[in-house]
């Protein structure tokens, strides 16, 4: 197809716009993106015949980056193992001279390993959080660099998540964004604010990690700046600092009477700049977009700005039949527009930290979020292990919060989803590691979701340590009838009164275009209209006037179907086999009916505050 100039140009900004991120920095930025080599490696062959040299011959095909192999070469969809990246990159000419090399992965999965030049420079254990090498001893500046990536997409025994992970596909490759950037030797490595309500007004705190190279220390002088959306300076301060080698903390604190909060209503966002200069006159700085927001519990109901708030929600994976997890920017905004338009006000990141870019849609549209490292069913046996817990919990938890906490949107970290919460074990994870999350970020709630509340079953005990009681719920699916959540929810409450609950995941499966005129009251019957009459149902117990002291909302499984290893056999309709059909929109994105009865209950429980009129 042919596009007229004047349109291209068109498209290229509005592209532009659309992918405007939250996160800027001073220094330079080489994408990395656009094609790569790629080779799947069975027999883990690579490493000892050096794949990532140049010398590496065999036979490689181009794979598209971001992009996941699972579903480029579609033979390979239920390939898991080693597999090969590689490709060429030039300093460009007019970038500075001495200063930092740092390469940018935003997700590799499951696990990568990196070369520069033939020189291992790194590696990361974790497939939905970013990271970031310092590669400036590898990389050479005026010749051709050669980067090669080993990914690994074999789940592992005793991980996080470990193999009795099958919730969602097992998407391999290198699937986000990758750039080369330039920064000079001391530089801003993160910056995010955290806020707090005063009677009248705000108190914030700037804070910033800052890098230093050098081994003396060096003096710099920092100067932030808060800019409204308009570019209007709301708030200045300059200070000095003197920085060793390494890292640094650095944080400043004041107090704001003008400002406006962040909500979904009102998602006011401004934008904090931290500008560094050195003796020498090096600058560099780096802006966020953030808000002033605060989320906090009291008794048995949830507070934002100082008001119960009532989540309307919905979970969503990264996925799609042409993309598995590889979302193009487009596709992230069009699901997060879609998930407003719905009426939420909440959407649950599930069951891992997605691309950054949806953190900055949930910011700008007012999308509460809830951000979740995928120890999904873990084993107990895993979680209760002290080495798992400092090797996969805490640095997993703590990547995800240092690389996401700038976001207003994000309002709760969890912790993970249906584990087996009623083990001891499983309370001492749960127990350790939401007070690691409270140790760090103390501004954000912390839960996990729980599956143990059904009448005669095994209890859970895990629930005293999380900031809110969460519960994944499906009576009337796989156990019971629709009508067994209100007293479920009553019996939970009367336990522990003192907690607010919100329902972390109610769903049932539509396979589009299948009718029953009659739905029935239980059971895996299929049809659009059951999951209509499930769905109501269910919100019609959980935003009962009467519980309305103790509950704080309701987040529907799910957004959109996904490739789901599990659905397969028994009831599952065959011709949707491997497909998880609880979406209100199928894997294209197409509605089903529930779709609208949700959107019409949900807009009608925003007006009402999150109680029933009905
Ligand atoms: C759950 C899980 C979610 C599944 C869902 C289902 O409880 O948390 O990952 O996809 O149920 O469809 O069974």
């Not at 080369?180 to 993160?190: F, G, H, M, Q, S």
């Not at 009102?266 to 200069?277: G, K, M, S």
Request: proline share 6%; net charge neutral; with cysteine.
């Amino acid at each position: 197809m042919l596009i007229h100039g004047k349109w291209l140009l068109l498209a290229l900004l509005v592209v532009g716009m659309a992918c405007q991120r939250s996160v800027e920095v001073k220094g330079r930025k080489l994408s990395l993106d656009g094609p790569w080599q790629f080779r799947f490696d069975p027999q883990d062959r690579g490493l000892a015949e050096a794949w990532y040299s140049g010398a590496a011959g065999g036979t490689w095909r181009t794979l598209s980056v971001p992009g996941t192999y699972n579903v480029q070469v579609p033979e390979s969809l239920w390939y898991q193992g080693k597999a090969w990246y590689r490709r060429k990159f030039r300093v460009p000419a007019n970038w500075p001279t001495g200063g930092r090399f740092l390469l940018r992965f935003n997700g590799v999965a499951l696990r990568s390993r990196v070369w520069v030049n033939g020189k291992q420079v790194g590696e990361h254990p974790f497939a939905y959080t970013g990271f970031e090498l310092d590669v400036t001893d590898a990389v050479q500046r005026s010749a051709d660099n050669l980067l090669a990536v080993q990914v690994d997409n074999k789940i592992l025994d005793r991980a996080i998540p470990d193999k009795k992970w099958h919730g969602w596909w097992d998407y391999g490759g290198i699937f986000r964004s990758v750039a080369l950037e330039w920064r000079p030797d001391t530089y801003v490595a993160n910056l995010w604010m955290d806020t707090r309500m005063l009677k009248s007004g705000w108190e914030f705190t700037p804070t910033a990690v800052l890098r230093q190279h050098g081994t003396d220390s060096v003096d710099v002088s920092l100067s932030w700046v808060l800019r409204d959306s308009e570019g209007n300076r709301v708030w200045e301060k300059q200070q000095g600092v003197r920085l060793g080698a390494g890292e640094t903390t650095v944080s400043v604190r004041d107090a704001l009477n003008q400002v406006k909060s962040w909500s979904p209503e009102h998602p006011t966002l401004y934008n904090l700049v931290l500008r560094i200069r050195d003796e020498l006159g090096n600058e560099d700085s780096l802006t966020i977009r953030t808000g002033f927001r605060q989320i906090e519990t009291r008794g048995s109901k949830i507070y934002l700005n100082g008001e119960p708030v009532v989540f309307r929600g919905i979970s969503r994976h990264e996925d799609h039949p042409e993309y598995g997890s590889a979302l193009p920017p487009e596709l992230h905004r069009h699901d997060l527009e879609e998930i407003k338009a719905l009426g939420c006000n909440f959407i649950r990141l599930a069951h891992y930290p997605q691309d950054p870019y949806v953190y900055d849609l949930a910011d700008s549209l007012g999308l509460m979020v809830w951000s979740e490292i995928p120890a999904w069913q873990t084993s107990v046996d895993v979680l209760g292990d002290k080495e798992v817990l400092e090797k996969w919990a805490k640095p997993q938890l703590a990547e995800m919060i240092n690389q996401m906490r700038h976001h207003p949107s994000v309002m709760v970290w969890s912790v993970g989803n249906e584990f087996d919460s009623s083990s001891p074990k499983a309370a001492w994870y749960v127990s350790q590691t939401i007070d690691f999350v409270h140790q760090l970020d103390p501004t954000r709630l912390a839960t996990f979701a729980s599956d143990r509340h059904r009448p005669g079953k095994p209890k859970d005990i895990c629930w005293p340590y999380a900031d809110f009681i969460a519960i994944n719920e499906y009576y009337g699916w796989y156990y019971g009838t629709i009508h067994d959540v209100g007293p479920m929810l009553d019996a939970v409450h009367k336990r522990l009164p003192d907690k607010p609950i919100v329902v972390s995941e109610f769903g049932a499966g539509a396979a589009p275009g299948k009718h029953n005129p009659n739905p029935p009251e239980s059971g895996k019957d299929y049809s659009e209209e059951y999951q209509v009459k499930f769905l109501m149902t269910h919100m019609d117990q959980i935003f009962a006037p009467e519980r309305q002291d103790f509950m704080s909302g309701a987040i529907i499984w799910v957004y959109a179907d996904f490739a789901d290893p599990h659905r397969v056999g028994g009831p599952h309709p065959k011709e949707w086999s491997y497909v998880n059909l609880k979406g209100l929109v199928t894997r294209e994105r197409k509605h089903k009916p529930s779709f609208k009865a949700v959107q019409q209950r949900f807009h009608e429980l925003a007006k009402s505050g999150g109680k029933n009129l009905r």
